[in-house]
DNA sequence: GTCTATATATGGATAGAC
DNA sequence: GTCTATCCATATATAGAC
């Protein structure tokens, strides 16, 4: 092996892609300088756009990177046998659990949701995030048949993920405890106020 | 009334501030520059340095002028007379037609929410929100009574705000159409889900 | 592939005239 | 109060040695 070889030593990409992530996630695109990746990777800036074109390309390539990771794991919980109202519960926990998890994933995906073009989202959606909702608007209108299954798959992912994002301030907010950062906690809720609605903790 | 009298002919600060919340909203406090915020007032970049002592804290006092706004309103709603279940309708509807109306409101709580220190959040929490939070917070305990309060008004309002936020994407996954983005669709669907859970569309 | 050095633009912020 | 002019740090990106 001469040391012109292609792939052995690095595979420094996918280095940079990993420290890139929790960066973006946590001060976003413009948040973040090219030195500042570079620093955390170990290499000078320049070595960068030997991998990269340019800041928006490995930008890019950073959300693919984070978001490609998390396209798998869920659609086993949710063929797995049960009448619908088990398999909502086993798929809001594992959901919860999840996400409550990779705290960067969903700060990527907030920010993608600001900041993202069309294009972007429109690729986000197709490309990485239609076979998950499928399963989910799949599971949602066996639980409810004949409802909106969109909708529902919205209502469910986004209860789960805003008490998850809302963390941060509703400890300061009235009533809140430390207990409510629990993903079991959050997916008992969750899980009761989707088959029950609002009296469902009357039982 | 003398030139050098103090409060007359210009309230710039508020004109500054008027103008920074799209831009703020938009972009992100790290994706805008002073200049390009004194380009949109129409004044030079220096004259902001006069009314702010520097970048944060015309930030900072951008997100209170937004915030302090919406204050207002919604109290009246939650305190008028019918049922628990009426005023919960009149209340998801007023409230997502309320933040349906302000995109640029909603970006700045989620930007907020992503890149806020403690000591903002806190801010928010105990003088913007607390009220309004309150107010919700009763209501879901006389709708539910002996639920938790807290963690129901954060669904309430997460339910509502993640149709909004989710707009952008939603029309490209399986299902979105464009009377998904129609408010008195969200209120009505939310609603529901509050009332009965997910078989609550079957009537 | 990675480095050093640097070109070039833009950022926040200040000084001082009017 | 607002301007022009400018300082200085940092940004993206490139050139070229190794």
């Known amino acids: 092996m001469s040391p012109t070889a292609n792939q052995p030593n690095s595979d420094t990409k996918t280095l940079v892609l990993d420290c890139a992530v929790p960066l973006f996630a946590q001060k976003g ?13 170990g290499i000078q800036a320049a070595t960068l756009y030997y991998h990269f074109p340019n800041k928006e390309a490995l930008h890019i390539a950073t959300m ?37 998890g990779d705290k960067d994933f ?23 995030f239609q076979e998950q909702f499928i399963g989910i608007a799949n599971l949602a209108n066996e639980v409810a048949p004949g409802c909106d299954a969109h909708m529902l798959a919205i209502s469910m992912a986004g209860l789960v ?9 509703r400890r300061f907010l009235p ?29």
Not at 76 to 89: I, N, Q, V
Request: hydrophobic fraction near 40%; charge should be negative; charged fraction near 25%.
């Open 29 to 41: 695109y413009t948040g973040v300088s090219m030195r500042e990746i570079a620093k955390a990777v």
């Open 64 to 100: 693919a990177h984070a978001f490609s990771d998390k396209a798998e794991g869920m659609s086993a919980a949710m063929s797995e046998p049960g009448t619908p109202e088990e398999r909502l519960r086993r798929f809001i926990n594992l959901f919860t659990f999840l996400m409550s």
């Open 106 to 128: 969903r700060m990527l995906l907030q920010r993608e949701l600001l900041d993202g073009d069309e294009e972007q989202l429109e690729t986000l959606a197709t490309k990485v």
């Open 161 to 169: 993920l805003y008490h998850l994002e809302t963390g941060p301030i």
């Open 175 to 203: 009533g809140g405890k430390s207990e409510h950062d629990d993903p079991e906690v959050i997916a008992h809720h969750v899980t009761s106020l989707l088959l029950n609605g609002m009296g469902g903790c009357r039982r």
